[in-house]
């Protein structure tokens, strides 16, 4: 059975920083890209950052590119997102995925759409410290 469990959520005022971790197991299959995702209080699940375990290949969401940092140790089924400059959004949900990848235009690479999620974890909540 597949497990992704999330960790590193919490409180954190406007401009800190958290880092979240994903550990990963009982996946069998060869895992090409992991991602992490948020939902917010309009309940739409988007794509924050997708890595390509191979080191090949990162998306970040234009909302968190300059202050987000995906990364991952394959040795340890971990992923990472190291959140800096956070800004005051509520709470807000984060989950660890397993991502499909997909040819476009005679190329392969992962995709960042939620529908291309193959596994999902549990979630971990980051809110706005008062």
């Known amino acids: 059975q597949v497990h992704l469990v999330e960790s590193g959520g919490g409180s954190v005022q406007a401009g800190g920083s958290l880092k979240l971790s994903c550990v990963a197991s009982?996946?069998?299959?060869?895992?090409?890209?992991m991602g992490w995702y948020r939902q917010g209080s309009r309940g739409e699940r988007e794509a924050v950052a997708v890595?390509?375990?191979?080191?090949?290949?990162?998306y970040y969401a234009e909302s968190v590119k300059g202050r987000f940092t995906i990364s991952q140790d394959n040795a340890k089924n971990t992923a990472y997102l190291q959140m800096d400059s956070l800004k005051p959004e509520g709470p807000v949900m984060y989950f660890c995925?397993?991502?499909?990848?997909?040819?476009?235009?005679?190329?392969?690479?992962?995709?960042?759409?939620?529908?291309?999620?193959?596994?999902w974890g549990q979630g971990t909540q980051v809110s706005d410290a008062l």
């Open positions: 995925a397993v991502v499909r990848g997909a040819w476009s235009m005679g190329r392969w690479s992962c995709r960042s759409e939620a529908v291309f999620v193959k596994y």
């Open positions: 009982g996946i069998t299959d060869i895992v090409k890209c």
């Open positions: 890595i390509g375990t191979g080191g090949d290949f990162t």
